[in-house]
């Protein structure tokens, strides 16, 4: 399944939901927002949402700034 | 008491800092706490999937500051209303920054894309701040459309310049309705004071914390020019004179004439 | 801890204050005790043999603060020198605020007579405190001639204007082996930070006192408006810049670009 | 040789004038005439019915002068295309220097209002020099627009305070591809010359050349400000320094060190 | 007319130049003849024995300029003295432009020296200008002994940072019985119209003009802004104001309110 | 006949055009600009163009500005 | 007895000292300085300081000041 | 002869005027100013005045100066 995340094309052999992506990135739902195709995620579907090929992922997190 | 009340939340203090470019985490928290603020500024940018740093939030006690995310890096309206949206969902409450700067160079506000995020912003229920070029015409247009405070510049970002717009942001502050905050450019204590001085209800400052050797002194020294420039506006300033007026009498020295 | 020392002595407060022009005694105190100053001027007048006024010293601490007599009225040295014994013997210590304003409309300091004051006072064992124009060829002279400091003036007494001889004063700054104490002019909180910020040891404030509907609240605004100039000199401010400089990160907003 | 070039046509002077608050129709013509001005401002008005006063035009040379209408007094884009479409209807070329004022106090210029009245008459064929804030990205939505200059303004109209806003002007110079006409606010010619050393391409002055005891003489001053200003620019000015520079060789004077 | 008399001298230039630091002496020629100017300063050095450079005064009109010989580098009175004999013996008229100037740093000059100097110039007969701080007493110091103008400082020499003492020199300028020459520090035309604008009565450049890469149209820019100053200040300023003032009547526009 | 005449109602007994107006009030077609009704006229329909009742017209010129 | 004080003269009958003017102006002595013909007198001889006529005494004390 | 000039200490064989050491120097002596021993001289007696040992001697000139 090849899934476009935060700009850069990644493969993946198993079906994912976004909660398992995130899993697999090691980051944790409460510190990053997910964005799947341009539709902001709330937390609490990460775990029914299954991502399919050619989604487009942005994940996102606060930083410094003014 | 003299507070500070933004879209009806209570403040007692009158300076806002930024998170940005602080040496490390560390610094950053020690300008915070010695700044007195309660309202801090933060960004959003993606993850760097390969290595994503520890989370700025677990640095900030949400008990004591208010996180006020801007949309800094957003070149339209659309790209600081999906930011603003970004945020809230992220768990913020819907307060934004709202910053739309087309360019890279000087970051300076766009006047016609920052109206029209905030008329967008504010009709989905968020408490908009926006920063904003110095211009008493365009701060009359975002406070009709409902935005909570208006935020001048001083200099652009990071200059360090001082009140440089000085005329024009005293007729914002003689006319506008909502709370004036000076931001970006103030790079001293003294700019701060000045701008209090003049009748500003708040100040925003970050490069010039992050930007020294001693953030926590720093801090400390704009809380106090804030205060003082806030104290003398309600003091009461005397006016400039041209002639000098002695502060002793002059009269009945030891001789007779 | 930072502490200023003038001939030896030591004072934990930057700020000196005028007794000058308040509306009353009680004002004045408010605003002595708010200043957190430790050095107050005071002026020697002929008493009104008719209706002689209630000594000024019952309202002042000599615990809390030193009297520092100044030579106001004196047109030349010699009424100076005149003015500094008889303030000597009315028991107050020998240090003198030397002052000689011939010209009785903008009490701009005379650099000859002044000096030529200065060097008879020295010798009489007076600490000697000179206000003088923001001449650094003159602050040398003071300074070889013996005096505990220097003090050059932002702008004539009472005009409230700030520190409009900015470009020289920074010079004396940089040059002074003595402690600059910048003297007159100083109008708002912001001019007294500006002028702690670019290096001067302390600041002397008395009409921006004296000339407002709330001394006791401006006295504070002056302290803090002194101790946050310092404080952001001693952290160390940053460099004035043309270009902007972004206080977010820049990159990895969310496009492809 | 050195040409000001506005939509193709060719102008020798740089310095444009308004025709406003003269004390006669003859002070007026005196003033154009030594200002060498070769672009002038008129605005619109009813007529009073009862006493029509003698036409503005019979004193002003149409070989000599072109006739740049405003649309002073509108408070809006459609006032603002309305006053236009009638200046062209009363025989003038499609010039128009575009003037949107909301508030009757400060009369500073609308962006929103501005832009959107640029895009129109743009359309309609008119040549649109926009009067505006020191604004450089409304700067650059009225080049994209299709205007043919910008014209941010110094300082609000009439207060004769110069150029107050330096900062931003500048940036609008390096970033313009259309001639930059400083506009409002220039009450003295060393104001005038400031703006041309910045790298200005024109400016536009009234107030100053009206309102003084002899307008002819102070057109004429403006005249060699300008001048003088766009020589140095293009002359090269030196930079500022911190530290002096002898402009006298400081060895070899008549002692052996 | 309008003419500076300087000791009974009429002058129809009120813009002096300096020689030094030009890159030729044709450029130097270009300038003086560009500026207009009647009066320009030499300074004196030692001859270097083994190789003589050519003789400036070849290159300088005796009919056409006053020479004005300095005396940049003495670093007290009694030097002063010396090279204005010196000067004098070389057969120069007994003018002497007065420059005490012990700091080699920022060659500011000694107002206890120059003083001194000057007393005992004029005792010997010569015309003295003095260069000074911009010390209003000090300038009545000087006129009392008998200088035929006084000199302020706008800024250290070669700093190009205009009329940073402007407060002092208005003051000067008031009091004066003698003509006022601003010198030192003036970078731009503009800084020179706004001296003249001040009511100076004439300035002296030197750096500015050997420091650019056209000294000849840089030497007609200050031309022409010593003129419209001077000019701006006969015809008579307006008032600075902090209201706008329409310059199109407001009145009367196509609606009915 | 009723015009609202740069925002003032006046009577006219007869008919007019817009010339014949200009005429009565004694201004020449070269120094105003007649807007009738929101709408300009260009001066050569001045002759051809009968006025109404309820007609607005405004009558502008130049005067001096910045 | 003529003595000038503060620039006015003034008669006095009897003989006077200087402890004695003070106390007849109702002036305490340690807030006013005294200067008698030009010499400042140090408070401890104001009691045997006798004041002959002509004699010009300054009478000073500190008021506020800058 | 040793003669300080401009700081610097030279020998001369025979005896000189200031006049011949202008000529030895190649100076023209209406370009420079002489002063003998801290005393200036007039050009009309550089002829006649004699230099001995020791003697020191200033020559100075007009430069570009502000």
């Known amino acids: ?66 | 008491m003299d507070q500070l009340i933004i879209a009806g939340r209570i403040f007692n203090s009158r300076l806002l800092v930024g998170t940005g470019k602080f040496s490390s985490n560390q610094a950053m928290v020690a300008a915070m706490e010695h700044s007195g603020s309660e309202i801090v500024t933060v960004a959003l940018r993606r993850v760097d999937i390969d290595n994503p740093d520890d989370s700025l939030l677990s640095h900030i006690d949400p008990e004591r500051y208010l996180l006020l995310p801007n949309t800094s890096g957003a070149r339209d309206a659309e790209e600081a209303v999906r930011l603003a949206r970004l945020a809230r969902a992220a768990g913020c409450e819907p307060w934004v920054k709202l910053e739309v700067t087309p360019d890279p160079y000087y970051l300076l506000p766009d006047p016609i894309e920052t109206l029209k995020a905030a008329e967008i912003l504010v009709k989905e229920g968020f408490v908009v701040l926006p920063y904003m070029p110095a211009d008493p015409v365009l701060a009359r247009h975002l406070e009709e459309a409902g935005t909570a405070t208006v935020m001048p510049l001083g200099a652009p970002i990071g200059t360090n310049r001082g009140v440089r717009t000085r005329d024009l942001i005293a007729i914002i502050i003689e006319q506008a309705n909502v709370p004036v905050i000076v931001d970006a450019g103030l790079g001293a204590p003294s700019h701060s004071a000045e701008a209090m001085e003049m009748g500003a209800d708040a100040v925003l400052v970050n490069t010039a914390l992050a930007d020294t050797a001693d953030p926590a002194m720093m801090a400390q020294a704009f809380r106090k020019g804030v205060e003082a420039g806030r104290e003398a506006y309600l003091a009461g300033l005397g006016a400039q004179r041209q002639q000098a007026e002695a502060s002793s009498p002059l009269t009945g020295f030891l001789r007779n004439n």
């Open chain 1, 1 to 66: 399944m090849k899934l476009i995340i935060n700009g850069k094309t990644t493969e993946y052999q198993d079906n994912l939901t976004v909660q398992q992506l995130l899993q697999k990135l090691k980051l944790s739902p409460d510190q990053v927002v997910v964005e799947l195709n341009r539709q902001i995620l709330s937390p609490n579907i990460h775990v029914k949402t299954e991502l399919k090929s050619e989604d487009t992922i942005e994940l996102v997190q606060f930083v410094g700034g003014g």
